[in-house]
Antibody, heavy 119, light 106 residues
């Protein structure tokens, strides 16, 4: 069974940092593209970042470019989102999702981890 | 930037109604278009990929059509479990979601 389990959310300070993790199981992790999508309270879905299976290619939304960094450890079947210079508008539930290729829909999603940025 | 515009933003319907949601892309996305269903407090679920391909396990009352810049999601006979919010997503050039269509009880 495919499972994606996010962790690392919580309360972050404006200007501070948080690191999210997404542990994967049930599929050949290294062959899958992984993405992060967020949803602010009461709002729609916003794509945040994507990383290729090898980890060589990374992509970011303009809203997080230069502040967030995506990475993966294929030996641990885990993808990470390092969030720096946090802002109030980063407050959201963050989901990880997988897809078979870069040009593909997001097949499976985790349950999400909540990030709140507030002083 | 590529924009995805969904309409309507809210749709009131009854069980067994035929429901159609439209998604328009500001640029040609070919058929690289997906539809997702999301219920409150839950993660999104993939329904349709490549504009018209039904994801495994998704009921056949869901169908997708379109290419280029105009797409539709149709629910042929709305069931109680289908009241939810639906999002389109293009993946031709990076990834962009529409703003969502909430299907509510009439």
């Amino acid at each position: 069974e495919v499972q994606l389990v996010e962790s690392g959310g919580g309360l972050g300070q404006p200007g501070g940092s948080l690191r999210l993790s997404c542990a994967a199981s049930g599929f050949t992790f290294s062959t899958y593209t992984m993405s992060w999508v967020r949803q602010a309270p009461g709002k729609g879905l916003e794509w945040v970042s994507t990383i290729s299976g090898s980890g060589i290619s990374t992509y970011y939304a303009d809203s997080v470019k230069g502040r967030f960094s995506i990475s993966r450890d294929n030996s641990k079947n885990t993808v990470y989102l390092q969030m720096n210079s946090l802002r109030a508008d980063d407050t959201a539930v963050y989901y990880c999702a997988n897809s078979q290729w870069l040009v593909a829909a997001f097949d499976m999603w985790g349950q999400g981890t909540k990030v709140t940025v507030s002083s | 930037d590529l924009q995805m515009t969904q309409s309507p933003s809210t749709l009131s319907a009854s069980v067994r109604d035929r429901v159609t949601i439209t998604c328009r892309a500001s640029q040609n996305v070919s058929n690289w278009l997906a539809w997702y269903q999301q219920k409150p407090g839950k993660a999104p679920k993939l329904l349709i990929y490549k504009a018209s391909s039904l994801e495994s396990g998704v009921p056949s009352r869901f169908s997708g059509s379109g290419s280029g810049t105009e797409f539709t999601l149709t629910i042929s006979s709305l069931q109680p479990d289908d009241f939810a919010t639906y999002y389109c997503q293009q993946y031709n050039s990076y990834w962009t979601f529409g703003h969502g269509t909430k299907v509510e009880v009439k």
